[in-house]
């Protein structure tokens, strides 16, 4: 609000102000404007109200809702993700309200933009294996319910079939400070390629190019690599090919 305020007859007087938005703002914000004051002769005079309209667009930082997780064979059955796990690419998430989500070649997923509770199923077409016993799940365990505030994990740690994995060969490349394990696992009929990447240094513009049997590659780029990261690809042949690495120094 401003006061005495004076403004001569058919004058302009303009107004700037700076809005702070804080943390729970909602996205329309209306501004409202309105003018009230008293003429030369006294007399009380009021302007009609003027209102505008504000979308806020959150930026990639701001605190919303995210539910998110990771899909994957427990090796050991501890209900963990750990180094002996292997985690299933391509795997569909589903939430109560028909949103879907395919996990990625470390077995992740995420949901953006949560709040409250929901429900977020497994598909077990996508996924054929038994779900590990635990306290969250619902049914069978294929589905779980997740109140999600801030950043909520659910995972979907699954059952290996008994007696059917097998890692047929491996091989480690390192260089400088980065390392990556390749094996290729059999899991019932199903073969899949493993990588685990390992670099305790920033590496900026690392792209890793892993060859396959008849022909073509598997590429993962990364902007700046740094700590560990699992990549897994299913493939049809059990040939272990070496893959290659490159990034660029400072």
């Avoid at 943390?23 to 209306?30: I, R, S």
């Avoid at 701001?62 to 985690?87: I, K, S, Y």
């Avoid at 059999?186 to 396959?212: C, H």
């Avoid at 590429?219 to 049809?236: I, N, P, Q, R």
């Amino acid at each position: 609000m401003w006061e005495n305020l004076s403004l001569s007859g058919k004058g302009k007087l303009c107004l700037t102000y700076k809005l702070r938005l804080l943390p729970g703002a909602p996205k329309e914000l209306v501004n409202t404007a309105q003018a009230l004051g008293v003429s030369g002769n006294g007399a009380a005079t009021a302007s009609g109200k003027a209102q505008a309209l504000a979308l806020l667009k959150p930026g990639p930082f701001a605190l919303g809702g995210m539910l998110l997780g990771r899909v994957f064979l427990d090796m050991d059955g501890d209900g963990t993700f750990g180094p002996q796990d292997l985690p299933l690419p391509g795997a569909r998430i589903l939430l109560s309200n028909g949103v879907q989500a395919l996990t990625d070649s470390a077995g992740r997923y995420a949901f953006r933009d949560l709040e409250g509770l929901h429900q977020v199923m497994l598909d077990p077409a996508s996924a054929p294996f038994p779900p590990l016993p635990m306290p969250e799940n619902l049914g069978e365990g294929y589905r779980k319910r997740a109140v999600v505030q801030g950043l909520t994990v659910v995972d979907f740690p699954l059952r290996p079939p008994r007696g059917s994995v097998q890692v047929f060969r491996n091989t480690t490349l390192r260089l400088g400070p980065f390392s990556v394990e390749k094996r290729i696992v059999q899991v019932g009929d199903r073969l899949f390629v493993e990588l685990r990447l390992k670099s305790p240094e920033p590496l900026p513009e690392l792209t890793l190019t892993d060859p396959l049997p008849d022909g073509g590659a598997k590429t993962f780029s990364f902007a700046e690599f740094k700590g560990e990261e699992v990549l897994v690809y299913e493939l049809e042949k059990a040939v272990l090919t070496d893959p290659e690495v490159r990034w660029r120094y400072p």
